[in-house]
């Protein structure tokens, strides 16, 4: 009975000094943690690129309705959407769907209020309105991307939508500048 037992402490031994492999062990140790960094920090940064292609994005399509060149040629919002995922090229066609316009006049800045375009962790189309308004009206345009999250430990901390996408947003306030109609 004693000889397994020592047979065992013997290869227990023999397995402790042993260090060929070590490398290997300590990596899947180590690998899993260092993946998870590195598409967390990919995942942020698309979120980041997204936000900026998207305000710059606004701020071109934006300048058509504020000189009035949007309303002189009887644009929709289906064709600002369009204006807008144009900018948006790199995004490939799926722009279209996940792009929605919010864009409202006002009589004077200090009435400029914006809503939450959300019922229920979902995106809410029924809350958002399509009105270009005329010369010098008050405009605020808002445009809401969904972006699917790829990391699923970040998106407890960035999602903020039911369905595990972020909603990035841009806006634009302006002034129309006086044109003819």
């Given amino acids: 009975?004693?000889?397994p037992a020592r047979?065992?402490?013997?290869?227990?031994k023999r397995f402790g000094r042993a260090r060929?492999?070590?490398a290997a062990v300590e990596f899947a140790f180590v690998a899993g943690p260092f993946l998870a960094l590195?598409?967390?920090?990919l995942d942020l940064g698309l979120v980041f690129l997204v936000s900026t292609t998207l305000e710059n994005a606004v701020d071109e399509a934006s300048r058509k309705i504020r000189t009035g060149e949007?309303?002189?040629a009887g644009g929709t919002a289906s064709t600002f959407k369009t204006t807008v995922c144009d900018e948006m090229s790199w995004l490939g066609s799926g722009c279209s769907s996940s792009v929605y316009v919010d864009v409202r006049t006002f009589p004077k800045f200090a009435d400029v209020t914006t809503t939450d375009p959300t019922t229920n962790g979902a995106f809410d189309?029924?809350?958002?309105?399509?009105s270009t308004g005329s010369s010098e009206s008050i405009v605020v345009v808002r445009v809401y991307y969904e972006w699917s999250l790829m990391?699923?430990?970040?998106?407890?901390g960035l999602k903020n939508l039911s369905n595990g996408k972020r909603l990035i947003s841009a806006t634009a306030t302006f002034r129309n500048e006086p044109y003819a109609s």
């Fill in 151 to 156: 990391t699923p430990l970040l998106n407890p």
């Fill in 70 to 72: 949007f309303q002189t």
């Fill in 20 to 22: 060929e492999g070590s």
């Fill in 7 to 12: 047979k065992t402490r013997t290869l227990l």
């Fill in 1 to 3: 009975m004693a000889r």
């Fill in 125 to 130: 189309n029924t809350k958002t309105v399509f």
């Fill in 38 to 41: 590195m598409f967390g920090i």
